[in-house]
């Protein structure tokens, strides 16, 4: 993809013919943001991945209904921070369905053409009267400069809300996508980890569009993880209303390709950077690997292990764990091939260390974005995931959720 | 099994024949204890599981030769701790040939005949002139009464040494069965764990030791996690030197299994106990899994999650973790048939949660020794495995380890 793509500050009410808000309807006990609404002006075609997990939380049954109802066309998407509606019963499913009906209404369009999600505690029912009545004040906060206050109203514990921009040109126009997400544990692969809600006032039809969103969230949101689990609510959705007049086509998929994967990728290091506890981001990058899949599964072990999380939150270039990770990946292996570096710095390589570069490895690991390599010694392929460190605040945080 | 298993205080040299030392030979930099020696007066069986890690460390590379070249014979096993003498290339692998053969100038065996263990930091030289100083030290201090001596050396960031022993009547006769243990990080199951080393004064032929090892680590060393790490180090090794007079054969195996198994069993809890930074010992208990194997799956995901491992640390009963992450176990599971259970109490079941029962829960959560049961509602399969929680000391253990 040689397209140039130009980052831009804005979120998903830069692109034109979209309007958004973020208000708070009481779901939250700290009387914070907590229901943002994201309106189209018009029809918009739209995409989605979904959580991988089988607990599916209610708002990712009915979202998943609509957009098989509705063709893949959406008007509006109403989520909400403070109670992910999920292991809920049928009373969940209602509350989900009344949601997107009530949400519906003060649109003027069909309710399956409203997606919906939720995010927050587990197990606890959603409750609809207060985003009923949170709704009205959120349609009459719409505005096409509110994306900010969307970001922020879909957070839980993120420490900071991500949004992301970017324009391609295509036809000599100008095409924009922007987007917003919110982590912060959970995380982790098989897009079964976070929110994200991506728009674009490209028209993209509804095959080219599904393909752009799996294989964009491929490289950037599946290749993120904080603590490898993988939540009951996670969704990407990505709406496209055709505001620019440019038409996607297969000829013009590359330029948009490139554009959207710009927005998930910022999107998705958003969410590593504010991952729970998080002080550093780290890419992961391995090579020598027996094909891509082997080698993403033992980025993604790498990515996950608490010794390798806590030896770089500690600043030790432990690169011995990384070696003991990469042996137990379940993938081909090659000590004996094999090689790790920390930074531009290799610390095993040819069977043996070299501990003479540790200090220099430490030094480095002191900044807060940081890269470790490992050659698997088995093969020719790669794959980049990125993780962040692990912290005692990551347990503070965890261990004192919901008291 | 209905035998009768009978549990003493005791450890490697409760049976007879064995004897034990522990001694520091300068390895570790605070001067600990830091070299076992364990021997037999004279040829037993030997049985041994060893790490699945693909990054092999030299003594395991040893141990694995010296078995195959010795038909399963075993006098003498050595082991230090403070240094892994993984990833360190052929002189590794030299010093790990000279410690064995050091051992066996003094024991005056075969070098064939010693079993070579070692666990510590990985892509560390070996210091094997110390070991060359200190092995005279650690043979001269032999004793039937040195196990507890040996079971200190082995320990590295373990907050406590760990013994077993157990008797078993066998055609009248008293059969003993004796181990110990160390932990505490990089702790899971694959048997590629931790090291553990258990002596039996019943003579078992070759067969039945190493189908009674298999048997009884797959359902102890091999059912716990403390980290889900597999160390590059690991190993289970089981001496039988016949010394009862008794001999193990198909009708006596049941009961010789049971005792092994016992011993076993109070190891592997021991380690998990004495996990890095744990204050609680969790059993998780998968039931209604559609096979043994999805069962061991869910129960090791549960085991292993952090967000699970944190809300036990914190006393919450956050039973919506244990859902979603059974959901995401990559095994079936039936939402609407699935149940969570903390204690005797059931806070999700038929698809609803019991929220009024969450106090009950909590309090129960204070407690040290805890159980959680999920049921995948699946089919009529379980199992069960042991973890600790995961606490902010963990973190400044394995951020701190070398610094």
Known sequence: MAATVSAISGGVTTPRGFRAAGVSA???????????????DGPAQAAAVFTTNLALAAPVVVSREHLARSGGIARAVIVNSGCANACTGDEGMQAARDMAAETARLVHCPAEQVLVASTGVIGVALPIDRIRGGLPVAFGALGADQGAMAARAIMTTDPFPKEAAAQVVIDGRDVTIGGMAK??????????TML???????AVPKTLLDRALREAAGDTFNAITVDGECSTNDCVMLLANGASGVVVDEMRYATFAAGLTAVCRELALG???????????????????????EARKAAKAIANSLLVKTAIHGGDPNWGRLIAVAGRAGVAFELSRAAVMI?????????RPYDEASPLAAEYLKGKDLTVSVDLGAGGASSTVWTCDLSAEYVRINADYRT
Chains 1, 2 share one sequence.
């Open 196 to 202: 994200g809600f991506v728009t674009t006032d490209a």
């Open 183 to 192: 982590g912060s544990g959970m995380i982790e692969p098989m897009l079964a």
């Open 271 to 293: 969410i590593v950077r504010g991952g729970e506890g998080a002080t550093k981001l780290v890419t992961v990058i391995v090579a020598g690997a027996a094909s891509s899949g």
């Open 343 to 351: 930074g531009s710095t290799v610390l095993f390589e040819n069977g």
């Open 26 to 40: 009481g779901i939250k006990a700290n009387g914070g943001l907590d229901l943002a609404l994201l309106v189209c």
